[in-house]
């Protein structure tokens, strides 16, 4: 699955658009392929024609996967579920959100809404092949894209996690079992079925039907999908490993702290020399800030020397903060989508306000999921 990299190409309702690279492949590729279609359907066309109308209908193809993408955003973000981006790569479009539904309808909504919307434009540009011929150029390119969006959701919805249907499939499992592991488990498996029945099809386009271009097409989204499952599986070892702990269990007790005063060129001394990266900023006992080394990379190193660190840290107010007794699993979402590395464990005690009792980093979790991995394998009951 594609992470974030790729170009930026603007933001929709505050979501980051990206492109990835291999997105300029598969644009390609279609764009020439509707050029020479079009060329042998519409003889009467001047080639310019020909070519204007297929980057035109390609740029509509995307623009339709895009509009898929944000159905699902749209409903995630209805329930309170941020979404971080949305990736436009070589097999269509990737909405990533910021944590898992927490219950089963949710997902059920979240995942219904792409291929609805797929449909709604298959009916739209079906529209427009009604009030236009298909000698037209709009009745070329309105048929074209009410095939593809047609395929698009009805591919979509089959029952293999992580493509859409699977989601409902897990979604269905989930709420009739009420059990969220379970459901994952036998959506990946079927997830892993789809994949193989999409490799095998492929290798028989290939092989009987000679039709090497789709057979390829095929097995690629086979393979595809079935390492997208797989992992999806490890996803759920990380939520077994996790399951049962809480922060208290992993922070680190040990919270160093700076004096709000201290030049940023006695901080990053000071990390330079004991390899602790963020630092909880004190003055006379009062906490008013968290520091740590992004916070000091913002800031430009020629001005280091008459800064202090209170004029880059995070104040008080903007810190996140974990309780001793949240869930691990929960913390690491929390961490991840905010992208913050770190967060100060308080406790709350009933008469003298909250009390820093801890830190935990990313990499401390990350620790405790290794070494509980590999005691794991180790046992002879797995
Ligand atoms: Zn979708």
């Known amino acids: 699955m594609p992470t974030k990299s790729g170009f930026r190409i603007g933001s929709i309702l505050g979501i980051p658009i990206y492109l990835h690279a291999s997105w300029l492949l598969i644009f390609g590729l279609i764009t020439y392929s509707l050029g020479m ?9 001047s080639s310019t024609q020909h070519w204007t109308v297929g980057v035109l209908t390609s740029l509509l193809f995307f623009a339709s996967v895009l509009f898929h993408e944000l159905s699902h955003s749209v409903v995630a973000m209805h329930y309170k579920i ?9 097999f269509g479009g990737v909405a990533r959100i910021g944590r898992e539904p927490s219950k089963a309808i949710q997902e059920f909504n979240i995942a ?14 079906f529209g427009l092949t009604l009030l236009f011929p298909y000698s037209d150029a709009l009745g070329a390119l309105g048929l074209w894209l009410a095939q593809i969006n047609f395929a698009v959701a009805t591919f979509n919805l089959l029952p293999g996690f992580p493509l859409d249907g699977g989601r409902i499939f897990r979604a269905a499992v989930w709420g009739a079992t009420k059990d969220f592991t379970h459901a994952t488990r036998v ?18 386009f290939a092989a009987v039907k000679r039709d090497w271009q789709s057979g390829l097409w095929l097995a690629c989204i086979g393979f595809y999908l079935q390492s997208a499952a797989r992992d999806s599986i490890a996803q759920l070892a990380i939520r077994e490993t996790l399951a049962g702990l809480r922060a208290s269990d992993v922070m680190n007790n040990e919270v160093p702290t700076i004096n709000r005063n201290t030049s940023l060129e006695e901080y990053s001394a000071e990390v330079l020399r004991t390899g602790r990266r963020c630092h909880l900023v004190v003055t006379e006992d009062r906490l008013v800030g968290m520091m740590n080394v992004n916070t000091l990379n913002a800031v430009p190193r020629g001005e280091w020397g008459n800064m202090s660190v209170q004029g ?17 699993l929960g913390l690491l979402e929390r961490l991840v989508s905010a992208d913050v590395n770190q967060m100060p464990v308080v406790s709350d005690t009933e008469n003298d306000g909250a009390h820093i009792v801890g830190m935990i980093t990313r990499d401390s979790i990350l620790r405790v999921m290794q070494a509980r991995s590999e005691v794991g394998s180790l046992s002879p009951t797995r």
Request: net charge positive.
């Open 312 to 328: 880059a840290m995070i104040p008080r107010e903007k810190i996140l903060w974990a309780r001793p007794d949240e869930p691990l």
């Open 82 to 90: 941020r979404v971080a981006s949305i990736t436009l790569f070589l």
């Open 37 to 45: 279609q079009f060329t042998q359907s519409h003889p009467q066309w």
């Open 187 to 204: 959506a990946s498996v079927s997830g892993q079925l789809v994949a193989y029945g999409l490799i095998l099809l492929g290798a028989w």
């Open 112 to 125: 219904i809404a792409g291929p609805i919307a797929s449909y709604f434009l298959c009916a739209f540009f």
